[in-house]
């Protein structure tokens, strides 16, 4: 079943138009995932395998891959003009090239993602259209990416709540005793129930590991006093969550609860923060800013991120990027305190939309005042 | 825990002499995992966060990643020389190009994989060191791989063996009127009760999804006459098996019993011919002519590949690859017949480790002189 084209095509072609570049070719995945609708499992399992799409300034967009995705590309992609080469006998570069002749672009301004394509490939391209101008296009398309179309904000939305929904239904059927497995598994189940057909990551801390950024998973029995800190990316069909909630086994104790309002109220200042305008590294300082206000020092390399195809995308929310936020990106809020094996990890991460006005949480499923009592 | 180096020194000490280069540097996952023991799993998940080791012709090696992996490095490598880069405050070149110049390698010849690293990495380190000779190394790296040490052959050996046993295990405690996926989890049970951590990929067809590459599960009970065909990947932290076996629900029909033996031949056929000097496109074509004999069109794209850390590794035994067999090279035979859905899929893959004089099978649990039946 072709898949909703869900891309910004207004942004795409204002960013195409003022690059001045005559076509865009999209290599990684997740942008042709973006730009074509095909989800090629291959494109990260065997890199040489290219697959890509061209989105040039005239005529109409094009899809090349390896023959043996003809089926699914026929499938899912929106795109009509698709291109196959056969693996072992001709490199993928061979046929971009017969194509951007083809499409008298020989000696045009061609974009390609140079962040992902590999440096033996672009000296192919290089030998095959020696004059053409290849250049970088990464970061035009994840400027395109960042807003978020209607229909993304929306799938995105449903995601993200689908997976916080889960998370603290598995919360709400978990007993002290129950282990950090049977609450994962738990978590599992909920997800599949909702609709999740993969996990990509699922990061279930407790105890001892609650401040670990990838704790393994140690089929340890929950104990009265243990903090529980759930992240997961719960894949529906190539939409994939990020969302973190947290939990407490019994009654918090007087620091646990200490402990969390301060990060609450640097979680919430933060949302609060993600206006239009604002730069990614204002939103990181003013975190770092809050955090030492509570008497904490700040350690992480960043507070939130654009949420997206990708997972984390533009604009990082880090101390050294100066990108202003616009309205429609998706961002992921995740400041998070994991110094201290004794004091716990302590971690909500929400997803937000940046609005013309006020921020709007979008994963509204519980209510993150207090921390979730486990009994 | 320090892991164990399982690397072909002498090997590559060699290419490495005979190339002429002054150091290699591996940037891929599997390359990286193999000359420093270090799995770090963001090098495939976030594709900037570049790891990288150098090994110099004179000198000890060294190790670069973000300061994030400084904990993991320490625990699993080897290599003492660890150096960090700071994500989004200075790039993993900048690193890169200190080290070499501090190693008086500035005007050197370096190999790096250019097949894995990015065109834009490419650009920056041609900059910094305009003086340097910056070449591919990456068939130097996968040839040093295909020849494994004692250690490697039997890591995988033991690998496959317990896929192999979990596969056989799990098929003769099921019945008919289990569903494919209650056949898939009491294959992940198995293999995790024999130590695998993790599943990289699962194939599980039956009847008349017993032909497709990649069957998506139904939970659809198992009928009499249905065909099964198994091939799994499970990972034994970082060492991952790949090898399939298939069943028959019920008494197998004359035609079943038929195709399964035409197709033993050529599977049996092929490991025979793996001997010392034989051409990987040997092997294809081998596999062509038999299946041809038996009157059946070969059309899949190889018959096997060498094996270790990436799965699918050099020599691809495809029509198109002239490299030579080696002694010690594992390499996994899978001549299959996936072309139609009522004849179904016939695929048995084993590993089997070249040797100076007859090949030896590794997966040797079970019996594959008749198909499996299931009651």
């Known amino acids: 079943m072709t898949r909703e084209k869900l891309m910004n095509e207004a942004e795409f072609q204002g960013r195409l138009a003022e690059s001045g570049l005559d076509a865009v070719v999209a290599v990684s995945q997740t942008n042709v995932i973006y730009t074509s609708g095909a989800v090629i499992s291959t494109q990260t ?29 026929k499938n899912e992609s929106w795109i009509e003009d698709i291109r196959y080469y056969r693996e072992f006998v001709r490199s993928p570069m061979d046929l971009l090239a017969e194509v951007l002749m083809e499409r008298g672009l020989a000696r045009g301004r061609i ?42 904000i929306d799938k995105f939305g449903q995601v993200n709540l689908a997976a916080e929904r889960a998370i603290i239904e598995a919360f709400g059927e978990t007993k002290a005793g129950d282990t950090d497995k049977d609450l994962l598994e738990l978590i599992l189940d909920k997800v599949a129930g909702l609709g999740a057909n993969d996990m990509r990551f699922a990061i279930v801390g407790t105890g001892d590991q609650s401040h670990l950024a990838h704790p393994e998973v140690r089929s340890k029995p929950l104990e009265p006093g243990d903090l529980i800190r759930v992240d997961i990316g719960a894949d529906f069909s190539g939409y994939c969550s990020d969302v973190a909630r947290m939990a407490v086994v019994g009654e918090p104790s007087d620091r646990q609860k200490e402990m969390y309002r301060k990060h609450m109220v640097v979680q919430r200042g933060a949302v609060e923060q993600l206006k239009p305008g604002v730069r990614a590294c204002d939103v990181y300082q003013y975190c770092v800013d809050a955090y030492a206000k509570a008497g904490i020092d700040y350690s992480l390399p960043h507070v939130g991120h654009g949420f997206g195809l990708a997972g984390h995308e ?62």
Not at 119 to 130: F, G, I, R, T, V
Not at 323 to 350: F, S, W
Request: glycine fraction near 6%.
């Open 45 to 73: 399992s065997i890199p040489d395998r290219l697959a890509m799409t061209l989105l040039p300034k005239d005529g109409e967009d094009a899809i090349l891959v390896c023959n043996i995705e003809r089926g699914l590309v």
């Open 314 to 375: 533009f604009p990082m929310l880090q101390p050294y990027n100066t990108a202003e936020l616009r309205p429609d990106m998706l961002i992921c809020v995740e400041p998070a305190y994991l110094d201290d094996k004794d004091l716990g990890g302590y971690q909500v991460e929400d997803l937000v939309l940046v609005t013309d006005d006020t921020p709007e949480i979008l994963t509204t499923y519980s209510n993150t005042d207090g921390l979730f009592v486990i009994e």
């Open 111 to 152: 974009g390609i993602e140079k962040r992902y394509l590999t440096a033996a490939y672009h000296e192919q391209l290089l030998e095959l259209l020696p004059e053409a101008r290849i250049e970088g296009c990464d970061d035009l398309l994840e400027q395109v990416r960042s807003i978020k179309t209607k229909g993304e």
